[in-house]
């Protein structure tokens, strides 16, 4: 990708559309690989470039400007993605309107963002919208409306939302089922999701016996030492030692 990119600089010139694009191609590779402060370098240049020569408005600009806020968010500079975002957000909806799937994808994002600052009511007012519009504009069984609807799920177990989150993951991880099939990877994320919520709600039971089930079909799936197969064993292991605590403890 280096070469690449310097060898289209030096044969096209620096600003034109193919260079820029290696230029991105190569930001991509570095963040892969863990050299974000690289990848921040190329992609601020790159995103400067693109404004100077396609314009601020430009879907290759504002593209541009939502990956730099990612590899901003990667980075820790939260701050700084977050201000990225929320701009990103407020352009895509002007320019490409409120319902593009761009300006859906910028809110998703931004929601993210909001959450690893510790912002949750700003991150689940935005995952309310999302869900809302792609039920809306895409139906219920559509893949990104079951992903909106899992991010909001996520977002109101961490504030504590238990009830909520569990209505929502127990609808998503039946329509994945259906419609994927009962050994998709995302069906599985569902079932492990929806087990966390069971035990949140103190439903011990059919969280350990859900997570069992999770165990298995991964481990069938995927192998016993995939990193998944190994988190769902790790979450089963502290599910069943928080059931049997109370126990050892009377009985010391």
């Not at 409120?98 to 929601?111: G, Q």
């Not at 790790?234 to 009985?251: F, I, K």
Request: hydrophobic share 40%; glycine share 6%.
């Amino acid at each position: 990708e280096e070469r690449v990119a310097a060898d289209r600089e030096r044969i096209l010139g620096a600003d034109h559309p193919d260079t820029l694009t290696a230029r991105v191609n190569l930001a991509v590779s570095y963040q892969q690989a863990g050299r974000t402060s690289e990848a921040i370098d190329i992609e601020e240049r790159v995103a400067a470039d693109r404004e100077r020569i396609l314009g601020a408005e430009h879907p290759d600009t504002l593209t541009a400007r939502a990956n730099l806020a990612l590899s901003y968010q990667q980075a820790g500079r939260r701050n700084d993605a977050i201000e990225l975002m929320k701009e990103v957000a407020a352009d895509r909806e002007r320019i490409l309107g409120a319902d593009h799937s761009s300006t859906s994808t910028a809110r998703i994002n931004l929601a993210s963002a909001y959450r690893e600052a510790g912002q949750d009511d700003e991150a689940i007012a935005l995952l309310e919208r999302v869900a809302a519009d792609r039920e809306r504009l895409l139906g219920v069984d559509h893949l990104d409306t079951l992903s909106a609807r899992a991010h909001l799920a996520i977002s109101y177990w961490e504030v504590g939302r238990t009830s909520e989150a569990i209505d929502i993951e127990e609808g998503v991880a039946a329509d994945r089922e259906r419609i994927l099939g009962e050994d998709h990877a995302d069906t599985l994320t569902a079932r492990a999701n929806l087990a966390a919520s069971y035990q949140q709600a103190g439903r011990m039971s059919e969280a350990i016996a859900l997570l069992e089930r999770v165990v298995a079909d991964r481990e069938r799936i995927l192998g016993a030492e995939h990193p998944d197969t190994l988190a769902a064993r790790t979450a089963l292991a502290a599910a069943s030692q928080e059931v049997t605590r109370p126990q050892d403890g009377q009985a010391g």
